[in-house]
């Protein structure tokens, strides 16, 4: 499974009666494949995941699959905050279709979720899933995380596959890395943060999974692609020009503002699902301007 690429944290896509628009979905999942990503991310927190029935899931899973080339990945988000749940949720995802599941941590008991609790949760998960697990470590919003021990641990079992770690912290980014090269399979270190993804790939990231790649995809690859061929100043550039509107549609706005500048781009974002308020008009306005820089800068190179 190639995962040396960048992905797409799909928005799911609401219509006017807050249904699942499938066929929006289907066609923002062509044009990120059209623009070199290898694959995306289903049903994760960018895509609204807590706030998407069952029933809807299997309606945006259905989506994805149709838009998704079989060379490429389709990877869903399936953590669920008990381990039976989670199971039943990988199950489901594996018949509809995907390449892998991304398993969030779980957190409501926070003070009860240790290493070992961890350990457990994904060994059972790994051990019931028909598709290979990807570790999702996303303190920002569980307020819980996983240590180098544990997913070195973890690493060692032969259906997990790799992490996707959001932190923008580049020492603890290289110390997952580290941890997991003491195993003997193959273990994907996945940059889930746009703002340090080069830095991410310094240290060891194979690739990422990044909101604003959702907006613009081919910078994204672009940015990956001068990584991988040793042209660090060009790479660079691109991480600098990259970052305001990165940090606008994540810790700046949210799905809000990852919904409104894929509008903007030429997308189908939509509105966010309630409790969730669409972008008011002074935030609009600077994502628009954001992203209009990195467009402008685009068009002169």
Known sequence: MQLDAVFPPMATVFDRDDAVDARAISANVSKWIA??????????SNGEAPFVDEDEAEQVMAAARDAVPRDRVLIV?????????????????AAAGADAVLVRTPSFYKARMTPEVFVRHYTAVAEASRV??????????????????AVGRLAAHQNIIGIKETGSDTAQFAA???????SSGPFAVIAGSAPTFYPSLCVGA???ILAVSCVLPALCVELHQHFLAGRHQEARSLQRRLTPLAKLVTTGFGVAGLKKAMD???FTGGAPRRPLAPLGAEATSQVRDALALLMEAQVRS
Do not use: K, M
């Open 77 to 93: 988000g399936t953590g669920r905050e008990s381990t039976r749940a989670t199971i039943a949720a990988s199950a489901r995802a």
């Open 206 to 208: 194979t690739g990422g």
């Open 264 to 266: 903007l781009a030429g």
């Open 35 to 44: 623009a070199g990503a290898g694959g995306v991310v289903a049903l994760g």
């Open 176 to 182: 997952f890395v580290d941890a997991a090269s003491a």
């Open 132 to 149: 290979p697990v990807l570790l999702y470590n996303v303190p920002a919003v569980t307020g819980v995380s996983l240590t180098s021990d």
